[in-house]
Structure formats: C-alpha cells, structure tokens
C-alpha cells in the first residue's frame, strides 16, 4: 500500500511558476514507476508527465513540455513537479499517482492516488 499526498497548489497568474509535491508513504517508494496528471472541469483525468523508478527516464505531455519538470527523491519519498511558464489552460486539479510499471503514460496502469491539488492559472 502506499499513501500520496500532493500539496503546493495555488493561484498564480500567467507566466507564473509553481512547484508541486507528492509525499508519499511506505518503504517501497523507490519501487514504483511516479506520475503526474490532472483534470479540469468537464474533461477527462489527462497524463502530464512521468519517471521511472530511479528518475533517469522521464516523459512528458506535449502540451507541457519545455514547462514542466518531474523530479523524485527516493530518500525523501517525494515526487516534485515544476511548472512553469503558466498558462490559463493549465487550470486543473493535479494528481499524483504510483505505478507497479517503471513509467506509464497511461492511467490505468496506476494502482494508488493522490487526493489531488489545485492550480488556478488566472489570465
């Protein structure tokens, strides 16, 4: 089982930053595949971005790339995603997630949740 807490959402105007991170419980964190994604009002849960269980692969979404950075510190038990150059459509809730697969764009094939966080880009 493992446990995931994300916090560091907010509000920030366009061309703003945000750092979001995702603490999660257990001994095993280093042994899940971490991702990042996210749902805005009306619209279906979106991959973001994600890395492999050691943090040497990442993959991002088109929409984020160049913007957004994935990081994870195993001896923390954390997951971190930088965002930057914020844009309006970017608004969302931001949810991490934990896979038995080294990375995963796909949702399905992520067994554990975050409650998730929200970002407000304003224009």
């Known amino acids: 089982q493992v446990q995931l807490v994300e916090s560091g959402g907010g509000l920030v105007q366009a061309g703003g930053s945000l750092s979001l991170s995702c603490a999660a419980s257990?001994?095993?964190?280093?042994?899940?595949?971490m991702g990042w994604f996210r749902q805005a009002p009306g619209k279906e849960r979106e991959f973001v971005a994600t890395?492999?269980?050691?943090?040497?692969?990442?993959y991002y979404a088109d929409s984020v790339k160049g913007r957004f950075t994935i990081t994870r510190d195993n001896a923390k038990n954390t997951v971190y995603l930088q965002m930057n150059s914020l844009k309006p459509e970017d608004t969302a809730v931001y949810y991490c997630a934990a896979s038995g697969v080294a990375w995963s764009t796909t949702r399905f094939e992520y067994n554990y949740w975050g409650q998730g966080t929200q970002v407000t880009v304003s224009s």
């Open positions: 890395i492999s269980r050691s943090g040497d692969y990442t």
């Open positions: 257990g001994r095993t964190f280093s042994s899940y595949g």
